[in-house]
């Protein structure tokens, strides 16, 4: 190993280090080193000495590359990092800027759209996971990472374990989503696919939980059979989640609680309505809230 190679190799160890002391996900992690590499590539030779007017220059690069904004401020953000923790040398970031996102509300599901997309989802499994996902407005990642043990039906919540900021909270457990969950763990367990204790919606091994790679497959594969001609993701029952507690009139800091946001700007992001400026001062407690999944006309296939 050269000269080089050893000191890119400690600086990446110093930077991997720098990122778990503050707690920065796998994927973070693996996305801020990726950004570093490919400004080396750029610029090609090491970083590290990296003038203000390079990084400008790296700027210019990516934008007229037609990179989205979202991208290019993520890419910024790693670099920001790498600059100012790893190498203490925050002027090299004077003459970049994080550009502007315009706003755009997402698309959002009606409640027969909905339906029809529920009725439409290949197995109970995947239909009390999709039931999951808008009924407690959850990411794909939290309705793969849930236990059985999570299901606190006494109390009519649902506990997400290290959700949105690394805290664990709780979300909403409707009787139509409890009797989704009943009617799919009667049949795992009727079919052996699900172990005591563990994950609610497993994988082929049920020792392994549900990939959101395979949550996302489920998902496009009820929106075909329904019909629906919309560009459509798992996450678009989560805005729709929102939106539709936001139609109930349900007070907009509650929605913020439901969804794990930190700032009340976040929720706006999620809705696909303009949020009311004002909201009452004793919004209600969770257990009050009924989930938008009660208003949907679920049919003869909604288990009894």
Known sequence: MTTTDQRMSRLRRRFIEDMTARKLGAKTQAHSIRAVKQLAEFL???????????????????????????ALNSRLTALRFFFDVT?????????????????????????EELTRLLAAAPGPKYRAALAVAYGAGLRASKVCGLKVGDVDSGRGLLRVEQG?????????????????????????????????????FPGQNPVNPLSTRQINRACHAAL??????????????????ATHLLEQKVDIRVIQVLLGHKKLDYVQKDIGSRPPRSTPRSPPALREVISPLEHLSLGDWLPT
Not at 173 to 196: D, Q, Y
Not at 224 to 241: I, P
């Open 87 to 111: 190498l203490e040398r925050p002027e090299a970031m004077a003459k970049t800027r994080h550009v502007h996102e315009p706003r755009k509300l997402p698309v959002v599901l009606s409640p």
């Open 224 to 241: 075909d059979e329904a019909g629906l001609d919309k560009r459509v993701s798992l996450h678009t029952l989560r805005h729709s989640f």
């Open 164 to 200: 949105k900021g690394h805290k664990d909270r709780y979300a909403l457990l409707s009787p139509t989503l409890l009797a989704l969950l009943h009617a799919w763990w009667r049949f795992a367990h009727a079919k052996g696919k699900m172990l005591a204790g563990g994950w609610l």
């Open 44 to 70: 090609g030779r090491s970083p590290v000495s990296a003038s203000a007017e390079d990084l400008r220059r790296y700027q210019l690069e990516l934008v007229e590359r037609g990179i989205g904004s979202p």
